[in-house]
């Protein structure tokens, strides 16, 4: 524990080895999560500066804007940060899916306890 970083005012993000946070993002309207993923301090500093919720891409190694492509942009209510700051929350405003296959959400899928994938 960092008791200095969990009880401070000061934003002082608990990067990974790979510079990165994970970042959860809710509907600030319904509190449905949305998606996961991650952000860099590029990222962190896009989304301030914009309003839009930016993010590092894993697998093209790049900063993207959500909506980028797809116009469906995440507009930031607020973003907050878990007790350690390894982790961020953002409350976005949808102006679309959030989900690169058309849904509202990347959570769209229950694992039975069999392992079967029930699409909700």
Same mark, same amino acid.
């Given at each position: 524990?960092?008791?200095?970083?969990?009880?401070?005012?000061?934003?002082?993000? &608990?990067?990974?080895?790979?510079?990165?946070?994970?970042?959860?993002?809710?509907?600030?309207?319904?509190?449905?999560?949305?998606?996961? /993923?991650?952000?860099?301090?590029? /990222?962190?500093?896009? !989304?301030? /500066?914009?309003?839009?919720?930016?993010?590092?891409?894993?697998? &093209?190694?790049?900063?993207?804007?959500?909506?980028? !492509?797809?116009?469906?942009?995440?507009?930031?209510?607020?973003?907050?940060?878990?007790?350690?700051?390894?982790?961020?929350?953002?409350?976005?405003?949808?102006?679309?899916?959030?989900?690169? !296959?058309? &849904?509202?959400?990347?959570?769209?899928? &229950?694992?039975?306890?069999?392992?079967?994938?029930?699409?909700?």
């Amino acid at each position: 524990m960092d008791q200095a970083r969990d009880e401070s005012a000061r934003f002082d993000p &608990r990067f990974d080895a790979a510079g990165l946070v994970t970042a959860i993002v809710v509907d600030a309207a319904s509190g449905d999560i949305l998606m996961v /993923a991650h952000m860099n301090d590029a /990222a962190i500093a896009k !989304t301030q /500066a914009t309003g839009l919720a930016h993010f590092w891409s894993r697998s &093209r190694g790049r900063l993207w804007q959500k909506g980028e !492509t797809s116009g469906n942009v995440l507009t930031v209510v607020d973003l907050r940060v878990d007790c350690d700051q390894d982790a961020l929350l953002l409350r976005v405003e949808p102006s679309g899916p959030a989900c690169h !296959t058309g &849904r509202k959400s990347c959570f769209y899928r &229950r694992i039975e306890p069999d392992g079967r994938l029930v699409f909700l």
